[in-house]
């Protein structure tokens, strides 16, 4: 390169150098969409709409909630995945779809990366629970039929992949028993046709609902998945009180982004959630229902959410398999 040309290349860089950066676009710019990858009703549901009006509160712009649900929460997040990373598009879901459901095939994006871990909001003890047509009373008569008729137990789940379906994997194999899974799409629909008996075992996340069903005597509680038995169960042992530590699962719910969304708009988002989160109408409606408030910081959620995916592959190697 030639003296005159390098003088020129120098002066053109210093020129650059003296250009002011280019601003960020503002943001909100519009209204912001909340897939939520169950269907209307339930307690994520509920949670995740208030979420969604604290969020238009803060932010000044309306916050419209998307129920996609299928593939136990992969619809939601094949949709948010597809979504531009600008702020405008977010989902509320279990960890389960990113963390176990990728493991048993193809979900249509790289859990890891095309979708990014925003905020946490609550962790949910799973309830394993006896319909009217379940006629034991305790865990171990459950245990006792499935193994005098193998697979006659019917055991439903909101869906493949679930922290519900997962606990029955795990009941099967630490127990040695053989039920059959009867998934559904969500919690809204299953809990009807275990009212009518339409199978004997339910695992469900802890919700007033379902609750109100035990306290009237419609369902039979028969175990939780928890750190310890609910204050509203006291007599309900957790899955590890009966043998079973492995089944002693509890969901993990939060909000997502897409992949690509930059680090900065993600810290925003964690920090306006979080905020929103803090209210005490939410708190208090979670620990009302023993669901407990769930506020990490962005990168602490991003390596929760990573190190139940390598558990779950290593679930996966054991040779457990969810299906």
């Known amino acids: 390169m030639s003296a005159n040309r390098r003088q020129l290349m120098a002066a053109w860089l210093a020129?650059?150098?003296?250009?002011?950066?280019?601003?960020?676009p503002p943001w909100p710019a519009r209204p912001l969409r909340l897939i939520v990858v169950y269907p209307p009703g339930g307690l994520s549901d509920g949670v995740a709409r208030a979420i969604a009006e604290g969020l238009a509160a803060r932010l000044g712009v309306p916050v419209r909630v998307d129920n996609r649900a299928g593939g136990g929460g992969v619809v939601g997040l094949q949709a948010l995945a597809r979504a531009a990373p600008d702020g405008h598009t977010l989902a509320f879901s279990a960890t389960s779809p990113l963390t176990l459901r990728p493991?048993?095939?193809?979900?249509?994006?790289?859990?890891?990366?095309?979708?990014?871990?925003?905020?946490?909001?609550?962790?949910?003890?799973?309830?394993?629970?006896?319909?009217?047509?379940?006629?034991?009373?305790?865990?171990?008569?459950?245990?006792?039929?499935?193994?005098?008729?193998?697979?006659a137990l019917r055991w439903a789940t909101s869906g493949v992949a679930t922290a519900g379906h997962l606990v029955l994997e795990q009941v099967q194999a630490g127990a040695g028993i053989a039920v059959t899974h009867i998934p559904y799409k969500g919690g809204g629909q299953q809990i009807n046709d275990a009212l009518g008996g339409q199978f004997e075992l339910l695992s469900t996340n802890v919700a007033p609902l379902q609750l109100q069903h035990v306290a009237a005597g419609r369902f039979k509680p028969l175990a939780v998945g928890a750190p310890r038995r609910l204050d509203v169960l006291p007599d309900v042992p957790t899955f590890a009180e009966l043998g079973l530590p492995q089944a002693n699962v509890s969901s993990l719910f939060g909000v997502f982004a897409p992949g690509d969304t930059p680090a900065a708009l993600l810290d925003r988002l964690n920090a306006e959630i979080n905020r929103v989160l803090a209210s005490p109408a939410i708190r208090d409606r979670l620990l009302a229902s023993d669901n407990?408030?769930?506020?990490?910081?962005?990168?602490a959620f991003e390596r929760r959410v990573a190190e139940e995916w390598l558990s779950h592959r290593?679930?996966?190697?054991?040779?457990?398999?969810?299906?």
């Open 103 to 151: 493991h048993l095939g193809p979900v249509g994006f790289d859990p890891l990366r095309d979708v990014a871990p925003v905020a946490s909001a609550m962790v949910t003890p799973v309830l394993l629970v006896g319909t009217p047509a379940f006629t034991g009373e305790r865990f171990a008569d459950l245990l006792q039929q499935a193994r005098e008729r193998p697979g």
């Open 314 to 323: 290593r679930l996966k190697d054991a040779g457990i398999r969810l299906e």
């Open 292 to 299: 407990l408030p769930a506020t990490d910081g962005r990168a």
């Open 15 to 24: 020129l650059a150098a003296s250009w002011p950066a280019w601003p960020a």
